[in-house]
């Protein structure tokens, strides 16, 4: 059954350093998302990609994020300047459809900021 | 701006027993989704539905639009079922879930 994939399963980095995380959607698959959790809080939605460009962000999606879908099949999620509070589980997700889609998560990517 | 709240946070349970777990939002949505995250922190769709009553297995999720609310029900609950469980709603255009805080659920044998 096709999955989503992340990579890596857990980063630690420095505060200030930039990070990049690497998701693969399912194929045929239109629609990409990033969401995060924060250890012991709900999961939050960061951003939507659609057609090459990003078609919604929350407010949590300030100017040291952006994404990118280099090749067709990767979709990265890049933190310019990490801070502290920027330590969470990072969830991609895909779907087919819009509106009434169902969506697959990746097993999600670790960040640690120390 | 959704808010979507989830009823118990907990729940214990003796094997076998029929769970239920309520979830209700504020605003109109595309759709709703229940969603299982085991304790590694790996998520997994169980549900998306916009109206009516979906099964799978033991599994069996409700939805009433009017009311703005829905409930996951297990049947014959298993210890396999222990996870937390999340109901998320989808809005248009780009279905952007918002999240409930999750239901954490143990079976004991």
């Known amino acids: 059954e096709p999955e989503v994939t992340q990579t890596p399963s857990h980063q630690v980095t420095q505060m200030g350093q930039e990070v990049i995380l690497r998701c693969v959607p399912i194929?045929?698959?239109?629609?990409f998302y990033w969401y995060r959790q924060i250890l012991g809080q709900k999961v939050e939605f960061l951003v939507s990609?659609?057609?090459?460009?990003?078609?919604?962000k929350s407010e949590i999606f300030d100017d040291q994020f952006s994404v990118e879908r280099p090749d067709g099949s990767n979709f990265t999620l890049k933190i310019r300047s990490t801070k502290l509070e920027d330590s969470a589980m990072y969830f991609c997700?895909?779907?087919?459809?819009?509106?009434?889609?169902?969506?697959?998560f990746g097993p999600g990517t670790r960040l640690t900021v120390l | 701006k959704n808010e979507v709240e989830q009823s118990p946070q907990n729940l214990t349970a003796q094997e076998g027993e029929f769970i239920t777990i309520n979830c209700s939002y504020s605003?109109?949505?595309?759709?709703l989704h229940w969603l299982q995250q085991h304790p590694g922190g790996g998520i997994v769709s169980l549900f998306m539905?916009?109206?009516g009553k979906k099964k799978h297995g033991r599994l069996i999720a409700t939805i009433n639009i009017q009311e703005k609310h829905s409930s996951l029900h297990i049947t014959a609950s298993h210890p396999r079922d222990s996870a937390v469980y999340i109901c998320?709603?989808?809005?248009?255009?780009?279905?952007?879930?918002?999240f409930g805080t999750g239901t954490r659920l143990q079976v004991f044998p």
């Open positions: 998320a709603v989808g809005h248009n255009p780009t279905d952007k879930l918002i």
């Open positions: 997700a895909s779907s087919l459809l819009a509106g009434e889609g169902t969506q697959y």
């Open positions: 539905l916009s109206s």
């Open positions: 990609f659609y057609n090459n460009e990003i078609s919604e």
């Open positions: 194929s045929n698959h239109l629609y």
């Open positions: 605003v109109g949505i595309s759709a």
